[in-house]
């Protein structure tokens, strides 16, 4: 049985030349069929000729180009139109004639340069053509010459038109294919800003904790000890990170969800920030990926927290609804930043932008009693997207992190 797929690949694979000729050397041989001859276009009334030698090469010049018509369509419309005189000069009256018109809208679709130069060539050219034909004694009035070249003026923009329309298409697939790429590398920023931020801060705040404790080793032992366990675990969330980043990788595999929320703050709490977690209803199974962008608010919320409220105390509220999870971030700090690595503002930027993908609310700003406090409202699956008015109301300016 004949693989046609692999037939078609083959097929295009083969040259343009290579493609082009079997349509080429079909209108080559069907106007020289007997049933055929003298049955093609007729312009200037000559009376149509028996077909000879001279025939046959007339009409191979006119349909035979046409195998180069995409790779040289400037050398296919010449040639044809040089056949083209010469069928209606010598007044065989080739149906080989309709390869004009195919050439011309070739020509118009695949000719890049010199497309004008090449238009005004071609009038001139035609104004010869009307000529030699009242030379042999042509009866055509020019009101029929002007309609003819109308003719080959139109299947001349049926080219243009679709190399336009292909030159729109590519346009419109590279701004696709970039928009596509930026995509792409916003999210691996913002993966890497919530993975390698949160681990390296409590990192940084650990480390600058156990300067002040080489007097008391069990606890000198305890914060090194830590210290440890944040960077094991940082390289473990960057592997899988990475793996979630390669394309072949599995994408059912497990990802951060509100279930691990428990461990984040247990892990916060282990660098020296006093948090308390609370957790209201339910958690639901993750779906529609709210879950995971709670997790990401809640872990770049303790994050900012270590940087700017160290020690103070910070509490994490979860609330699970039947339509969605309201998540609320505060502590009581200052704000300083003293010992801890300074914010860009992407991980804040980052979370309005995840929360509010989902049809969700995110607002981050200062308390009027002090400290900051984050709070997000992030639909479920099952729930509908709230309106867009309810949304501005509860969102607010997102403060730098």
């Known amino acids: 049985m004949i693989d046609t797929r692999r037939v078609k690949e083959l097929w295009r694979r083969c040259d343009v030349t290579a493609r082009d000729f079997p349509v080429a050397l079909l209108m080559t041989v ?3 069929l007997p ?5 093609g276009t007729q312009v200037g009334g000559l009376p149509t000729r028996p077909y000879d030698a001279l025939a046959i090469l007339v009409v191979a010049l006119e349909c035979l180009p046409l195998t180069v018509r995409r790779r040289w369509p400037i050398v296919c419309v010449a040639l044809v139109s040089i056949g083209f005189t010469l069928d209606q000069v010598f007044a065989f009256h080739s149906l080989g004639g309709t390869a004009l018109p195919f050439a011309l809208v070739s020509a118009g679709a695949h000719l890049r340069r010199g497309r004008r130069v090449t238009m005004v060539l071609l009038s001139l050219a035609y104004v010869g053509f009307a000529y030699a034909l009242d030379l042999a004694g042509g009866q055509e009035t020019p009101a029929n010459h002007a309609l003819f070249y109308l003719s080959m003026v139109l299947a001349w923009g049926v080219g243009a038109w679709l190399r336009n329309t292909r030159a729109v298409e590519a346009e419109r697939r590279r701004h696709v294919a970039e928009a596509t790429r930026t995509a792409e590398r916003t999210r691996i920023a913002r993966e890497l800003h919530d993975v390698v931020t949160h681990h390296v801060t409590a990192i940084v705040v650990q480390a600058e904790a156990a300067r002040y404790l080489t007097g008391a080793p069990d606890r000198l032992d305890e914060i090194l000890g830590a210290v440890t366990d944040t960077g094991r675990r940082a390289i473990t969330d960057l592997r899988h990170m990475l793996d979630v980043l390669d394309p072949e990788h599995d994408a059912g595999a497990e990802t951060p969800a ?4 428990r461990a984040l703050v247990e892990q916060t709490r282990q660098a020296g920030q006093p948090v308390e977690f609370t957790e209201e209803g339910v958690a639901a199974e993750p ?3 709210a879950h995971f962008v709670i997790y990401r608010v809640v872990q770049e919320s303790l994050t900012n927290a270590l940087k700017y409220a160290h020690g103070a105390h910070t509490l994490v509220r979860v609330r699970h609804g039947e339509q969605a999870i309201e998540v609320e971030v505060a502590d009581d700090g200052t704000g300083s930043r003293s010992g801890s690595p300074g914010g860009s503002g992407r ?8 929360v509010e993908a989902l049809g969700g609310a995110f607002s981050a700003a200062r308390q009027t009693d002090g400290g900051f406090a984050v709070r997000a409202h992030v639909p479920t699956a099952a729930a509908e997207a709230e309106p867009a008015a309810g949304r501005d ?3 607010t300016s997102v403060a730098g992190a």
């Open 35 to 39: 049933e055929f001859q003298g049955n």
């Open 287 to 289: 779906s529609g990926g």
């Open 347 to 354: 991980g804040l930027a980052g979370l309005r932008d995840r």
């Open 258 to 261: 509100a279930g691990d929320l």
């Open 393 to 395: 109301e509860r969102a």
């Open 30 to 32: 069907v106007p020289l």
